[in-house]
């Protein structure tokens, strides 16, 4: 006889479409259904969702971004690289409009704007389309231990191709040294790949003093500036950068669409890693979505606005219906302090709540050198997924969401040298564009009630209480 749940799910899916299964393979089916039917029931009795605090992972997209996607996903549905009628030679305006919004947040050429599918599709064209082009020559890549998992994977596909790679280490604060990044430069270096702001405890690397070494000693730089376009002014020109990621839907954009940045000159080669028609100068075949490279460049454009400018107030149009409706749209109108102002405020605001409330709290990263938009905080004496656990109410992370799932400390935790007992009680809180005031402060008080209680339930804690030094503890094993 059939458990409640599983009728419910012979009545949602045909039999059909299981019976044949072998038995093992009919339960693995019956339970996975049943956890996505639990998910469904759990979301669905929620009267409110989480306030949303992890702005690292991704980004609500801007109303005034989907304004200018709207009419490119109705009626201006041309292909862009159709030459011959009037739908093609409207999408493809659209497109290199887009693509001068993306150029001018960074200060570049249009034409050297390759729209791609995100930021990873960057990061693999960058790494392995220099090294792969220049490998008759130079089979060298530099890189470091806090990269994005993206980056770190393309190398490693480097290495089973024969390729030499040097993961540099980090310092404490999580910053590169220089010296060191200097001496591992060999005549046979073709490409160093540095982040700009790590997408876990938030620091900037001092890309511009890496570009004139990478230039003065003829290596190729390429930086993925996921995290860091449209938060912080960025010209690629100072920078001497030679390739730089991009994504959409970290600057509020859509999902599913980004770009890569290619010097002209000094000219940068690349081998393209799909072959077609040749689109986007031959390195990235396949038709542009136009909609998506309009929501990208859109949302280039109002962060160029809002990184020095404070936002003007903004007429309502018909097509803003959804932003009326929204009440993250508050921001538009408000004449609120510009992004990275804000952000700062509220960051610090942050911090100085939970630290001047709770003992032995570390913030991971250097102090200064950084996007003050991404807090990594380690609650010693915590388990982190219990701290997670307990803030139901807020969505927050404990690292990088493209490893969030594994129960292993995190990789740029360790980088830093942080012990394994804090990489495992870190607390990642994103702050961005729509974050308020009133969502900072509960969650800070919520975040000081819940690791004052499981501390409490801690034997650690009491022990630390009592003085005693756990470090010198010699555990017994059973």
């Known amino acids: 006889m059939l458990s409640r749940s599983n009728k419910v799910l012979s009545q949602l899916y045909k039999p059909a479409s299981w019976i044949h299964l072998p038995l093992n393979h009919e339960r693995r089916a019956l339970a996975t259904l049943q956890k996505d039917l639990i998910k469904k029931h759990e979301l669905e009795k929620d009267e409110f969702r989480p306030l949303y605090m992890d702005f690292q992972a991704t980004t609500p997209m801007d109303p005034r971004v989907l304004d200018a996607m709207l009419p490119y996903q109705v009626n201006y549905y041309g292909n862009p690289h159709s030459r011959t009628h009037a739908?093609?030679?409207?999408?493809?305006?659209?497109?290199?409009?887009?693509?001068?919004?993306?150029?001018?947040?960074?200060?570049?050429?249009?034409?050297?704007?390759?729209?791609?599918?995100?930021?990873?599709?960057?990061?693999?064209?960058?790494?392995?389309?220099?090294?792969?082009?220049?490998?008759?020559?130079?089979?060298?890549?530099?890189?470091?231990?806090?990269?994005?998992?993206?980056?770190?994977?393309?190398?490693?596909?480097?290495?089973?191709?024969?390729?030499?790679?040097?993961?540099?280490?980090?310092?404490?604060?999580?910053?590169?040294?220089?010296?060191?990044?200097?001496?591992?430069?060999?005549?046979?270096?073709?490409?160093?790949?540095?982040m700009t702001v790590n997408n876990e405890i938030g620091v900037q690397q001092p890309i511009e003093e890496i570009g004139r070494i990478c230039r003065s000693k003829g290596v190729f730089l390429h930086t993925d500036a996921a995290q860091a376009v449209g938060k912080i002014p960025i010209n690629v020109s100072d920078w001497k950068v030679d390739l730089m990621s991009i994504s959409g839907h970290k600057i509020y954009g859509p999902k599913g669409v980004g770009a890569l940045y290619v010097r002209r000159r000094p000219r940068v080669r690349l081998e393209p890693l799909q072959s077609g028609g040749g689109q986007e100068r031959g390195l990235r075949s396949g038709t542009v979505p136009t909609p998506l490279a309009v929501g990208l460049g859109a949302a280039c454009s109002v962060a160029q606005q809002e990184i020095e400018v404070k936002p003007t107030i903004i007429p309502w149009k018909v097509t803003d219906m959804v932003a009326r409706s929204d009440p993250r749209c508050l921001c538009l109108c408000t004449g609120e302090q510009y992004d990275h102002q804000r952000v700062s405020m509220l960051a610090n605001r942050l911090v100085q709540k939970i630290m001047s409330a709770i003992p032995d709290v570390v913030m991971n990263g250097d102090p200064n050198q950084r996007y003050p938009g991404c807090v990594n905080l380690s609650f010693a004496y915590v388990e982190g997924e219990s701290l997670l656990m307990a803030l139901k109410d807020v969505a927050l992370s404990s690292g990088s969401a493209c490893t969030s799932a594994s129960l292993e400390p995190s990789y740029v935790l360790r980088a830093i040298g942080a012990d394994e007992d804090l990489a495992h009680s870190s607390i990642r809180f994103?702050?961005?564009?729509?974050?308020?005031?009133?969502?900072?402060?509960?969650?800070?008080?919520?975040?000081?009630?819940?690791?004052?209680?499981?501390?409490?339930?801690?034997?650690?804690?009491?022990?630390?209480?009592?003085?005693?030094?756990?470090?010198?503890?010699?555990?017994?094993?059973?």
């Open 87 to 194: 739908y093609g030679w409207e999408s493809e305006t659209a497109m290199e409009t887009a693509r001068k919004q993306v150029a001018d947040l960074i200060g570049a050429d249009p034409r050297e704007i390759i729209f791609t599918s995100g930021a990873t599709e960057s990061n693999n064209m960058a790494i392995k389309g220099v090294a792969r082009f220049y490998q008759s020559k130079k089979r060298h890549v530099i890189t470091t231990q806090t990269e994005h998992k993206c980056v770190l994977d393309s190398c490693r596909v480097l290495e089973s191709e024969g390729f030499s790679v040097t993961y540099l280490p980090v310092q404490k604060n999580g910053l590169v040294d220089l010296e060191l990044l200097e001496a591992s430069i060999r005549p046979d270096t073709s490409l160093l790949s540095v």
């Open 430 to 478: 994103g702050i961005g564009r729509f974050t308020t005031e009133e969502e900072v402060d509960y969650t800070a008080e919520k975040c000081i009630f819940h690791v004052s209680r499981l501390r409490e339930m801690s034997p650690l804690w009491e022990m630390v209480q009592e003085g005693i030094d756990i470090k010198s503890i010699k555990w017994a094993q059973h």
